[in-house]
């Protein structure tokens, strides 16, 4: 077992949000990526927790990031929003879009939201959940600018583009929850690689390659000069879809591919492409919450090959970790409570060893 400790959401809650406020953010913004942040832990997900908060002060200090910025809608016609994120907090920018995009899905019934140059938007099922919460199906194609490249292509050698991540939800309904589909085309994110380093991890086989194209189990060579690079999964079906992040979100947002927005210290910026629809104007309607019901008992139905792991949807990994999360705390190992502790320091707040 990894050196960790347990802190309850709500104290992470207010530290992440005193810290942000302390580095210029409003207290309604800080509020906003506070609670996105823990929300990625209790989902599970510490890769995109406050894990990410060391990097977010530094992309505030060098201007890589503007925590006072907000989304610059821009209506270009019929069921399409061109969003600019004006370098603004991911978390505050990305959910001001999608709630475009939900507005304009009421009365069009689909909303294309196209955003760019967002910061770090963090965990993307957060606005599948946000949109999914009232009622619309959406996909979201996302890429990564400004950052070094971290995944090679399949059969290359070298990484050439980020972990570009992909979501699609499908609305609750009749008590049943979300579908909520949403994970990184590299076979683990970067921030993965982050925790097993912390943790003194190694990580599973299959997943990166060394600087010299060899595969590893070393975490370090993500954060070491010559870096080695992640994988796509799948073969070349996750480049593909890797390089589809590339195009849609990417090239069609004008918020640009790893290959022509020039690298800047600190800065993670992200541009979304995002499809929202109000499944209840499609023909299925009618039929909607039983097809859905029915396909996903069918589908769990399957016997288990191993008993102890059931079939499971997409989604429901998280809501057991923030169920279990948050009756027992959340886990953050020692490391990244120190790097939090440090920067914390850096803004004049003292926090205690635990
Ligand atoms: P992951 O590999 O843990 O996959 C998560 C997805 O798989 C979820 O939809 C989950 O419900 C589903 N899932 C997990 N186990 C399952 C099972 N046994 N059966 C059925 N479904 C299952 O996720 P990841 O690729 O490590 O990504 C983690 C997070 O990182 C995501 O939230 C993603 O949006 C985020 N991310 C963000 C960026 C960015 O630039 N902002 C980049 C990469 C990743």
Redesign the pocket.
């Known amino acids: 077992m990894h050196d960790a400790i347990s802190l309850p959401h709500e104290r992470l809650r207010t530290v992440t949000a005193r810290l942000l406020v302390a580095t210029g953010a409003t207290e309604t913004d800080a509020v906003i990526v506070a609670d996105h942040l823990v929300d990625?832990n209790l989902?599970?997900?510490d890769?995109?927790g406050v894990g990410m908060l060391p990097q977010y002060v530094r992309a505030i200090r060098s201007g890589a990031v503007d925590p006072r910025a907000h989304a610059r809608i821009e209506d270009r016609g019929g069921a399409v929003l061109s969003v600019d994120g004006q370098r603004g907090f991911?978390q505050v920018v990305a959910r001001e879009a999608t709630a475009a995009g939900m507005e304009r899905a009421r009365s069009t019934g689909v909303a294309l939201v196209a955003l760019r140059n967002a910061s770090?938007?963090?965990?993307?099922?957060a606005y599948g959940e946000q949109a999914a919460g009232a009622g619309f199906a959406s996909v979201h194609f996302?890429n990564?600018v400004g950052h070094p490249a971290l995944v090679a292509p399949f059969r290359g050698s070298d990484a050439r583009f980020?972990?570009?991540?992909v979501?699609v939800t499908v609305p609750p309904a009749n008590g049943r929850p979300a579908v909520?589909?949403?994970?990184?085309t590299?076979v683990?994110?970067?921030?993965?690689a982050r925790v097993a380093m912390n943790r003194g991890e190694a990580m599973a086989e299959g997943l990166l390659i060394d600087a010299q194209g060899c595969p590893t189990t070393d975490p370090k060579v993500m954060f070491q000069e010559p870096r080695g690079a992640l994988l796509a999964f799948g073969l070349h079906k996750g480049y593909g879809l890797a390089l589809a992040c590339e195009l849609l979100a990417g090239a069609m947002t004008g918020g640009g591919t790893l290959s022509t927005v020039p690298f800047e210290t600190d800065r993670?910026g992200?541009n979304m492409l995002s499809f929202l629809f109000d499944p209840q104007r499609l023909p299925g309607a009618g039929h909607l919450e039983e097809e859905v019901a029915a396909a996903i008992g069918h589908v769990k139905a399957s016997p288990p090959a191993d008993p102890s792991?059931p079939?499971?949807?997409?989604?429901?990994?998280?809501r057991a970790a923030r169920a279990k999360r948050v009756a027992e705390g959340i886990p953050v190992e020692r490391a990244t409570w120190e790097q939090i502790r440090e920067v914390a320091e850096s803004v004049g707040m003292r926090l205690e060893n635990s």
């Open positions: 990625a989902s599970g997900h890769s995109h991911g770090h938007v963090g965990r993307i099922g996302v990564v980020s972990t570009n991540p979501c909520v589909l949403d994970f990184a590299s683990a994110a970067l921030g993965k993670i992200n792991l079939v499971l949807v997409a989604g429901e990994p998280e």
